[in-house]
């Protein structure tokens, strides 16, 4: 605050001095002007001789008609003049004005340019990362891309046989989950996804049962090899899963380990990678979400 | 080949023909068995358990076995690809950072300055 202190206190005084220069100048002013209506009277050359009309005009300023003109103006500027034009109580309303402005376009620059990065990522017409998918959720109902929408949905790409990244990154994935939820109070209106790259491991039992040691609001979606090869190619998520494995094989899957932070248009927004901690993550999110609140659009709270 | 040689464990298969992931502590056993291994790695001198393994598996029998019966096969190979992935990562790291340090020099002993 101090640094933008600094050039606040250097504008005031600037503007002030300015402000005061018309003020020590406007007496002399003053007096041209009253000189300037005694010579229209006298010619239309009179220009021509303002010197000599000069020593009229400083000897007419002494008239009592001049003294009755200028007499109420002097007084008024001289008591002004004493004071300033700037009280402190006016400085303060300016400096805290001044304060107030700079936080506003601060806030409101950051706000707009992650409406911008949103904004981009909508694209025109389809959007580049997320699309329409059908899945089918833990208890073998369909879901779609429909069932996201009117919240921000968290989606997560991985697989159950995951030897290091998934379990580190679900475990995050928690952490986020319940600082969302308290920051929001919880408004229920953050849908973590987790969507298997390894179908025919991942059936809804075992993803059950995996999910559950992370978190009970993660949302498991898994789906027919070509279903599941569809929503990543979707998500842009790299797919490298076998097709046919044998019953007993033993295999890993490479796929992108990101996290899909998508608005309540299902839209995507941003991504949340390796290098966020539980901590930024959540603030990007809560960031977000509040801007969305704030521009007044519907959110899905049940 | 599966989770635990020994195999004594619950069965692998899931009701409704899925396959069951290694939970929570079958992981930290499995870390635990890789940690154990990679430290013995260590003390040999070995990056590569892959390419050396006849070595490894004279030097670092016990821990291989322990790693192997606590990790599944498909671990076991991402383990040690991941340990030479990352050797050779932060190799490189300290590279270009030497690098840059002696660029740094050189254009210092030029007269130049950081701002």
Request: hydrophobic share 35%; with cysteine.
């Amino acid at each position: 605050m101090a640094s933008t202190m600094r050039p606040m206190g250097r504008m005031l005084t600037r503007a002030s001095r300015s402000a005061l220069l018309p003020i020590e100048h406007s007496a002399p002013r003053a007096a041209q002007t009253a000189l300037s209506s005694v010579n229209k009277t006298s010619s239309p050359f009179s220009h021509l001789r303002t010197a000599n009309n000069g020593l009229l005009a400083s000897h007419r300023a002494f008239s009592t008609s001049q003294l009755r003109l200028r007499a109420p103006t002097m007084g008024q500027l001289k008591s002004r003049h004493s004071t300033g034009p700037f009280s402190w109580k006016s400085a303060l309303l300016f400096v805290l004005t001044g304060g107030g402005m700079i936080i506003y376009f601060r806030v409101e620059k950051e706000r707009l340019e992650r409406k911008r990065i949103a904004e981009m990522s909508k694209g025109v017409g389809k959007p580049k990362v997320g699309g329409p998918f059908t899945l089918k959720d833990l208890d073998g109902k369909e879901f779609t891309a429909e069932d996201l929408k009117g919240k921000y949905s968290f989606v997560y790409f991985g697989f159950t046989h995951c030897p290091d990244i998934c379990p580190d990154e679900l475990d995050k994935m928690a952490e986020i989950i319940d600082n969302v939820k308290e920051a929001t109070k919880g408004d229920n209106v953050f849908l973590p996804v987790f969507i298997t790259c390894d179908p025919v491991r991942d059936t809804p039992e075992v993803l059950r049962e995996y999910l559950k040691e992370f978190h009970p609001d993660i949302i498991g979606l898994t789906g027919t090899y070509e279903a599941v090869r569809n929503v990543c190619k979707q998500y842009r998520v790299y797919f490298s899963t076998p097709r046919d494995v044998k019953p007993g094989e033993d295999y890993l899957v490479d796929h992108s380990i990101y996290f899909y932070l998508m608005d309540p248009d299902n839209d995507f927004v941003e991504c949340i990678g390796r290098q966020d901690t539980p901590e930024s993550a959540t603030r990007t999110i809560m960031e977000h979400i509040n801007d969305w609140k704030r521009e007044g659009k519907p959110l899905r709270k049940d | 080949m599966g989770w635990f040689s020994s195999s004594s464990e619950a069965p692998k298969t899931a009701s409704d023909g899925g396959r069951i992931a290694p939970d929570r502590s079958s992981r930290a056993r499995c870390y635990e068995g890789r940690d154990m291994f990679f430290s013995c790695l260590d003390r040999n001198d070995i990056l590569d358990a892959i390419k050396e393994d006849k070595e490894v598996r004279r030097k670092c029998g016990k821990e291989i076995a322990e790693f192997e019966t606590a990790c599944s096969a498909a671990w076991v190979k991402y383990f040690k690809e991941k340990r030479v992935m990352e050797f050779n990562r932060d190799q490189t790291i300290e590279r270009i950072k030497k690098e840059d340090a002696a660029k740094v020099q050189d254009l210092k002993a030029q007269g130049w300055t950081a701002r």
